[in-house]
């Protein structure tokens, strides 16, 4: 392939995989909070109940704070190290068996 025409085609990858590219994966999301969060800070804060968080009166009440909330654990809690993938599989899984945001 000629020179000229792969940067423009590495280009036009990067975007796509950027702005369309994979849907997040809630079992991935499940493996790396059950991993992490539950054994690490939840289950200490709900009296071994980790999930009891997600189901308690006053809890995370947008997508976003979710969002926020997974971002926050991952970089000044747990340090995890995860990528903005990971949070965001950690994000889908939430939302799906607890939140159900829109």
């Known amino acids: 392939?000629?020179?000229?025409?792969?940067?423009?085609?590495?280009?036009?990858l990067v975007i796509w995989s950027?702005?369309?590219?994979?849907?997040?994966?809630?079992e991935k999301g499940k493996?790396?909070?059950?991993?992490?969060c539950m054994t690490n800070c939840h289950a200490a804060k709900a009296q071994g109940n980790a999930n009891a968080l997600y189901?308690?009166?006053g809890r995370l009440a947008s997508l976003e704070k979710l969002k926020g909330q997974v971002a926050?654990?991952?970089?000044q809690v747990l340090n995890t190290q995860w990528w903005p993938e990971d949070?965001?599989?950690?994000?889908?899984?939430?939302n799906r068996d607890f939140y159900k945001f829109k």
């Open 1 to 12: 392939m000629n020179k000229m025409y792969r940067i423009p085609a590495v280009f036009a």
């Open 18 to 26: 950027t702005t369309s590219g994979w849907a997040a994966d809630a």
């Open 31 to 36: 493996k790396l909070h059950d991993a992490s």
């Open 55 to 57: 189901t308690r009166q």
């Open 72 to 75: 926050f654990c991952n970089q």
């Open 87 to 94: 949070e965001a599989n950690v994000v889908e899984y939430l």
